[in-house]
């Protein structure tokens, strides 16, 4: 390959066009060098942002291809080679505002995050005087949250994000609410669960984008089921999202499959149900999907279903 | 007109913890003006730790003994009543940082890890895994959010109004509209951290690392003290000067050659890659210099082979490094020897601050902390683990400074600021309308070049004057730059002509210091003049900027208790 195109979507503030770069390639090069060099040789109007250059400052997150990268840490021959093409198509991030060409607006984003309090609110344990007392297995709990370098990778990927109102918050900001949630020196885990529960926590749709992107490998999923488990510890159990939990939970246990005829009865209760879903469950039936008619029977291993759940119970009394 | 009590302008974590000291009197307006967003700053690129004797793990230290170590790694440069005060506070530092959230790493107790650095006689160096840095500033941008700290972010500072050595305000440019303000305030902490970047591409440090406050506080008759200390760190990635760690050398990497030979058993047969830091690098340079290194110029390099050690132990004892070096030199480690070259790290010197307890320089109002500024407690040459130390320590009492001036300060002139404002407006709009004139990248390529190669790790006399000429020659040029981006919205290509001006500003003097420093000490080698020399040179530089003319004076050293002997180690 001789050349590499970059297409890059501009952005004025009015008006949006795509403009077409071209660079020679060179072996182990960044997206970042091409970015950096298409601004120093090419055309100085061309406008994205970066700092550190080796991953810790959380600047560079840009869109290759529909997908979002660190552009300093993302290699040209990986992308060429992922994409099987010369042409690279670059956007900002998705689900930002975007004030320039590759830059995006972060200051509604932290406004939003300072829903969940994303401080820690210190327990009567430590004094800024003398600190905290915290154990390495207590540490360990806070360490893989706080690699996080507010990237904005997880939003621009986010599944909910892309379809949601507003509502929704960011994987970063809910990363944050877990951070302060488990970190022992934290004396109100609930003030910063309660706010993502009430910013439509149950509404991951589980894509694991946030968690395949994440350049930090930050297990963002494992985290939203720790705080949907808490809510439910705290009494949260009557939310569409719990309900539903609850529903998959013991369908699975009585019968070892969902019954597909009652969930939706279970997780919004009957009148909704009537009122919305009729027409929904009409068009499910001609569709083959579930048969009114069949009544649920256990399937054949139910016994070892039951086990699992026997044993995920002992587990987590222990 | 935008009014504010205390405006702190940088908010990595100088700024951010001045901001939040600051910010502790309910009754003062505060903000913090960063030209990008908070959490971008470079106090997040600190891999290794932060200094305090707490005595955890070596119950023998204290802070008296980092006192010693630190004016013992200055070279004796550094002023011991400042260095005293630093090291006494900084285990209360840590312990405040805690409260905050920090996740330091820990020990079988259940306290703050410590582990041993470079310099110190007992290991003293808190620390967060490799992300002690990045996790401070996030902690105290938290702290800053709950406070209600105003943030400007990306608000980009353009000058500092100062008429008769008084204070009266500023201007900055709003870079998301193009906007650009006057500020009146009472009192300003400048905190916008090092200016690595005059060397450009041969530094550590982060893109925008370009000392926009201490050319505006040096434009204003602020000196800069000690600018010619300049330290280098041996083992950055050729291509792009990120540091790889010292701990490649700590695990048995070799340093090698064009010819494949291991060269440093010529400048330290029995240390070989072991040997401290600055010696390192010098040995580096001198292969390259004598065409030895693989490369041409600035893109000369040698090799660091890790591959004797198999990849076991890489995979073990330095995966991030490994990764490193493949996502920014496309090299597994397992396979083949990385390129690197020393690369520009920290600027010891920086803005004067007179008063070590409240940061205020020698303009009332005005208060500088962190990488920018010279206080001085690192002398000729930064002990590792004193940086991030110095910023939050400093940070704190330049915050509590500011509040302090900005209590018993009046408002200074509208109409000053306004003028101000005006002459950056009209500048703006004529940089936008150029469409010709010389490149700007082509004139910060030329300032990175010649100052690598003649102020860098070796200076002598006659190359240096060959760079002052350059730079002189360079200034001039910049008056015909053109920076190709009529845009008023998020022009960086404005953005980026300023902070060239003040690197090529801060470059002058960083040569002048260099030239009329006729000794050798801590980081600053002279070929001319190889040793140290206490009767001439025990005293600290001062260069003050009178319009275009650069005037040189000198300040005793404070010493307290250390009286200067030969450094060994």
Known sequence: MENITFRIRRYDGTNTWVQEYRLPYEKGKTILWALTKIKDEIDPTLNFTSACRHAICGSCGVKVNGHAFLACKTSLDKLLETFDTSVLYFEPLGNYDVVRDLVVDWKPKMEKMKKIKPWLLPSREGSIEEGFRQSKQQFAKISSSTDCILCGICASECGQLAINDGGYLEPFIINKAYRFAVDSRDNAPEEHIRPVLENELWKCIHCMQCVSKCPKEIPLTDEIAYLRKETMKMGEVHNQGARHAYAFYHDVKKWGRLNEMTLPIKTDGMVTTLRKRIPFAYRMIVKGKINPLRLPKAVKGIKGVRKIYQQVEEESKS | ?569
């Not at chain 2, 504010?4 to 940088?10: A, L, N, Q, R, W």
């Not at chain 2, 602020?222 to 950055?236: M, N, R, S």
């Not at chain 2, 006729?518 to 900027?545: C, V, W």
Request: aromatic residues 10%; glycine residues 10%; neutral net charge.
């Open chain 2, 1 to 569: 007109m935008l009014k504010y009590d205390v405006i702190v302008v940088g908010a990595g974590g100088a700024g951010m913890m001045a901001a939040l000291y600051a910010s502790k009197d309910k009754n003062l307006r505060v903000a913090c003006l960063s030209k990008i967003f908070p959490t971008r700053s470079h106090t997040g690129a600190a891999q290794g730790g932060i200094n305090a004797a707490m005595g955890y793990r070596d119950a023998t230290d204290s802070p008296e003994k980092h006192f010693r170590d630190t004016v013992k790694g200055s070279d004796f440069l550094a002023d011991q009543d400042a260095v005293e005060f630093f090291t006494a506070n900084m285990p209360a530092i840590i312990s405040e940082l805690d409260y905050y959230g920090v996740p330091f790493s820990r020990d079988p107790n259940g306290r703050i890890a410590q582990r041993p650095f470079g310099g110190a006689s007992s290991p003293r160096t808190c620390y967060s895994a490799d992300k002690t840095g990045h996790v401070i500033l996030h902690a105290l941008y938290e702290q800053c959010l709950k406070n209600n700290v105003e943030f400007l972010d990306e608000w980009f500072l353009l000058s500092l109004v100062v008429a008769d050595e008084t204070f009266h305000g500023l201007v900055a440019m709003n870079i998301k509209t193009g906007e650009i303000h006057p500020f009146l305030a009472k009192a300003v902490v400048i905190a916008t951290g090092g200016f690595g970047r005059i060397y450009w591409n041969r530094t550590t440090n982060a893109i925008n690392m370009t000392g926009d406050g201490t050319a505006a506080c040096f434009n204003a008759g602020i000196p800069l003290k000690d600018p010619e200390f300049v330290q280098f760190h041996p083992t950055g990635l050729a291509s792009t000067g990120i540091l790889l760690s010292e701990a490649c050398r700590g695990e048995g990497g070799y340093l090698i050659n064009r010819e494949g030979e291991r060269f440093m058993k010529r400048y330290a047969p029995e240390k070989m890659e072991l040997a401290p830091r600055d010696l390192v690098s010098r040995s580096i340079e001198m292969e390259i210099k004598a065409g030895r290194g693989f490369g041409q110029g600035l893109e000369a390099y040698v090799l660091m082979d890790l591959r004797h050690l198999g990849k076991e132990k890489i995979m073990e004892r330095l995966p991030q490094v490994r990764e490193l070096a493949m996502d920014f030199e496309g090299v597994d480690l397992i396979d083949e020897p990385v390129p690197i070259r020393p690369s520009c790290h920290y600027m010891m010197g920086g803005i004067h601050v007179s008063d070590y307890t409240t940061l205020a320089t020698p303009v009332e109002g005005i208060h500088a902390a962190g990488e920018c500024a010279c206080v001085s407690i690192h002398g000729a040459n930064r002990l590792g683990g004193n940086s991030v130390a110095d910023v939050v320590l400093f940070g704190k009492y330049a915050g509590i400074g500011a509040r302090e001036s900005a209590r018993k300060r009046p408002f200074g002139l509208e109409t000053l600021v306004i003028k101000e404002a005006k002459k950056w407006e009209s500048k703006f709009a004529t940089m936008r309308n150029k469409t010709s004139g010389i490149r700007l990248v082509d004139i910060r390529n030329k300032m990175a070049e010649v100052m690598w190669n003649y102020v860098g790790i070796f200076r002598h006399e006659q190359e240096m004057r060959v760079a002052l000429e350059t730079i002189d020659q360079l200034l001039n040029d910049y008056e015909h730059a053109y920076i190709g981006d009529p845009a008023l919205r998020y022009n960086t290509a404005f953005v980026h002509y300023v902070e060239i001006g003040n690197l090529l500003t801060l470059a002058k003097a960083v040569v002048l210091g260099a030239i009329n420093r006729k000794e050798s000490r801590g980081s600053h080698a002279r070929a001319d003049y190889p040793q140290r020399d206490d009767e001439n040179f025990l005293k600290h530089t001062l260069i003050y900027k009178r319009g275009d003319r650069y005037e040189l004076k000198y300040l005793p050293v404070k010493i307290t208790k250390y009286p200067p002997e030969e450094r060994k180690y």
